[in-house]
Structure formats: C-alpha cells, structure tokens
C-alpha cells in the first residue's frame, strides 16, 4: 500500500522542510548533549534526566521520520488554479453564509497538514472543506456534522 498523499500550499511545504531542518540540526544535538550530561550523573537506572532525555530523543527521531515522509509525499497546491476564479478548489479561500443564522465566515480550503481552524484554514477533508469543494458562488450546500446538518451559501470564491 503506497503511503498517502500530503497536500500543502508552497509555505506549507516550506515549513516542514524548515522544521525538519531545525530538528535534524539543532534539536539532535541538544538531546544528545542532555544525554551526554545525564550519563554523567552516574546510575542511569533511576536517573530522570536521563529518562527525559532519552524520551524527547525518540519524539524528535519520530517527527523526522514522519516529516520526511510528509514531505516525500507532497503534492503542491497549484496556484495559478485560484485564478480560475468560480469553483471551490484547494487553495481557496470562500465566504460562506450560514442559512439558518446567517453568519458570514471566511474559510480557506488547504490540505490535512496545514489545516488550522483558529486561523479559518480548514481541511479539505472537513465536513464543510468536502461539501464546498467544486462548487459554485450562490451554490447552497448541506454539511454533515456531529452535531447535525447544516446549510451554507457560497456567496464568494476568492
């Protein structure tokens, strides 16, 4: 089974790339220092510093390992398709109006990896990225959530 595709934006991938590069750097080389240091407190058997250190270790070689993999498996959001302005697609970023509240929110669509709903950048995995991708402005579409159906109108594609 081939492992699954990470879409991101041209930052996002950046990012990673960034993160994968400070943890391959900067992040190694302090946890081994901490080792280094709590080996030399003597009996690591009951030795806490040692135990954290060693911990932290295993979490950063695990963030390389999956970064790397994210990052192998990118797949670049195409830019100059947002030009194409009328259709919902990676990268947009919609105004949708709720129509039983009629609140107005601003979402952009973007890959699981950068998906961050504090900032309005939602999944295209989400309940409301998947209703809305590939449709039109003035397009009503129902959203299948926990907590019920709900309806929004594109109002605008940007």
């Given at each position: 089974?081939g492992?699954?595709?990470?879409?991101?934006?041209?930052?996002?991938?950046?990012?990673?790339?960034?993160?994968l590069?400070?943890?391959?750097?900067?992040?190694?080389?302090?946890?081994?220092?901490?080792i280094?240091?709590?080996?030399?407190?003597?009996?690591?058997?009951?030795?806490s510093e040692?135990?954290?250190?060693?911990?932290e270790?295993a979490?950063?070689?695990?963030?390389?390992?999956?970064?790397?993999?994210?990052?192998?498996?990118?797949?670049?959001?195409?830019?100059?398709?947002?030009?194409?302005?009328?259709?919902?697609?990676?990268?947009?970023t919609?105004?949708?109006?709720?129509?039983?509240?009629?609140?107005?929110?601003?979402?952009?669509?973007?890959?699981?990896?950068?998906?961050?709903?504090?900032?309005?950048?939602?999944?295209?995995e989400?309940?409301?990225?998947?209703a809305?991708?590939?449709?039109?402005?003035?397009?009503?579409?129902q959203?299948?959530?926990?907590?019920?159906?709900?309806?929004?109108?594109?109002?605008?594609?940007?």
């Amino acid at each position: 089974m081939g492992a699954k595709e990470t879409i991101l934006t041209a930052e996002g991938l950046r990012k990673l790339e960034d993160e994968l590069e400070n943890l391959r750097s900067v992040k190694r080389q302090e946890v081994a220092e901490r080792i280094k240091v709590a080996i030399s407190y003597g009996d690591i058997s009951e030795n806490s510093e040692y135990d954290d250190a060693k911990n932290e270790q295993a979490f950063i070689e695990g963030r390389i390992i999956e970064l790397e993999q994210m990052i192998s498996t990118a797949t670049l959001i195409d830019e100059t398709a947002k030009k194409k302005k009328g259709t919902v697609i990676l990268g947009s970023t919609v105004i949708v109006k709720d129509m039983e509240f009629g609140d107005e929110e601003t979402y952009t669509v973007v890959g699981t990896t950068e998906a961050d709903p504090s900032q309005n950048r939602i999944s295209n995995e989400s309940p409301v990225g998947a209703a809305i991708l590939g449709q039109k402005v003035n397009t009503v579409v129902q959203v299948h959530t926990p907590v019920g159906e709900l309806s929004y109108k594109i109002v605008k594609i940007k």
